[in-house]
């Protein structure tokens, strides 16, 4: 039996009842079941309503968030479908409607960086805040956050390769808003995942390269007149931590075990958006101690009475290795500035800080076998080691080739001695 609406009348409490409480038979088979047995057939509650309004075909059920929603067919098939797609993605804990169906791409994903705060590091949140405002905002941000397809994601990845973007800027993005939309779908506040299934461009990263040995020669001859420049490119170009991590380096990291010198890292340097420099723990969990030499030690401790002759004018002191000017934390931009002075005042191109990581990993490779080279590095991925970190010389490369051009032919001519 199917109550009809649109023929009789009923008080707005007694409306309210019946699309409540009361539902109607919706397929066939119910119909047929209801003829069989002689008995009224209704759907449990939360499984929704349908009744004729006229003549339309009125749905009515509430989504994943509790929100009564309705729909009008004209034929009563088609109500039905929409209520079985309703139901079912509500026991599956998913949406078919977004909170705020207008808001747009800008906004869902400026509402949304600030809830990852204490979920990633400050500096992936610093990543994922300047890929929004200035390689997504720009192109779709007006959207609706709602309505974005693939085929968008798809064309503004096509756009920024055009643009001249490199292949880190535009994985950024898929990742970025692949990140967003996940999110969105767990919490309940999207849909759909745009990028999911999106393919990346097929783009070849630029990964930079460890410094030629003449070059690094050069370096360490314009560092040598002061103290501060040769402990700071030691620590990067023979140690291989990383520049966040050299900043925060204290004296105190430095400890004698007999004879023997080492330094451990225990903290990193990192900047949060309105707030000062403050210690953070090291990307990597956890750091092995690294020996020093006695020449290393001896530049570190060189550096360390030379500090002490400047902290005259320090306001407050870190107990860091590499402090700026007044003794506070030293940020990243005086950092940077510093290699790009060392560079030119040593006459060779402008190398990056973290290129001296990669050259020292590859100037330590010639000594050791690969798997200490990666104990030493930190680093538990070999690939990673040899695809990012390690750049052979080409007079290293020339001298394999010949030496594996002499084996080949000693083998050769043992072979022929043999025949003979």
């Known amino acids: 039996m199917i109550y009809n609406y649109g023929n009789s009348l009923h008080s707005e409490r007694e409306l309210l009842k019946v699309l409540n409480d009361t539902v109607t038979i919706g397929t066939t088979s119910l119909k047929e079941d209801a003829m069989d047995t002689g008995k009224k057939?209704?759907?449990a509650n939360g499984e929704g309503t349908i009744f004729k309004n006229r003549n339309r075909w009125t749905v009515a059920c509430y989504d994943i968030h509790g929100i009564?929603?309705?729909q009008s067919f004209k034929k009563k098939i088609e109500a039905e479908t929409w209520l079985v797609e309703q139901v079912t993605a509500r026991k599956r804990f998913k949406g078919t409607y977004v909170v705020n169906p207008k808001q747009t791409v800008e906004e869902y994903l400026n509402n949304w960086l600030p809830?990852?705060?204490?979920?990633i590091r400050p500096n992936s949140t610093r990543f994922y805040s300047s890929t929004i405002k200035n390689l997504i905002t720009p192109y779709i941000g007006s959207m609706p956050a709602s309505q974005l397809s693939p085929a968008a994601i798809k064309n503004l990845l096509n756009t920024l390769a055009d643009k001249g973007y490199g292949h880190g800027s535009i994985l950024g993005v898929l990742r970025t808003l692949s990140k967003a939309y996940a999110d969105g779908l767990q919490n309940h506040e999207q849909v759909h995942n745009p990028a999911e299934g999106v393919r990346m461009l097929s783009m070849k990263p630029k990964i930079s390269q460890a410094i030629p040995s003449e070059d690094l020669t050069k370096l360490y001859r314009a560092a040598e007149d002061s103290p501060f420049d040769l402990a700071r490119l030691m620590i990067g170009?023979?140690?291989?931590?990383r520049p966040s991590e050299?900043?925060?380096l204290k004296w105190t990291d430095l400890y004698r075990i007999g004879d023997d010198w080492l330094i451990t890292v225990e903290r990193q340097v990192q900047r949060v958006k309105g707030q000062p420099l403050h210690f953070a723990p090291t990307k990597t969990s956890s750091s092995a101690a690294k020996p020093l030499t006695v020449r290393?030690?001896?530049?570190l401790h060189a550096h360390k009475r030379h500090q002490a002759l400047n902290k005259a004018r320090w306001v407050e002191d870190n107990d860091v290795l590499f402090p700026n000017s007044i003794g506070r934390l030293?940020?990243?931009t005086l950092d940077k500035e510093w290699m790009k002075q060392l560079c030119d005042r040593a006459g060779v191109k402008r190398y990056t800080r973290y290129q001296l990581r990669k050259s020292c990993f590859t100037n330590f490779l010639r000594g050791a076998d690969l798997g200490t080279t990666k104990a030493f590095s930190g680093h538990t991925s070999t690939k990673t080691l040899?695809?990012?970190?390690?750049t052979p010389e080409s007079s290293a490369v020339r001298e394999a080739a010949k030496r594996a051009e002499a084996a080949l032919l000693k083998e050769q001519d043992h072979f022929s001695k043999k025949i003979v």
């Open 41 to 43: 057939r209704t759907r």
């Open 68 to 70: 009564r929603r309705t």
């Open 115 to 119: 809830t990852q705060r204490h979920l």
């Open 237 to 241: 170009a023979e140690l291989g931590f």
């Open 246 to 248: 050299i900043t925060g």
């Open 296 to 299: 290393q030690i001896s530049i």
């Open 330 to 332: 030293r940020d990243e």
């Open 386 to 390: 040899e695809d990012h970190y390690i």
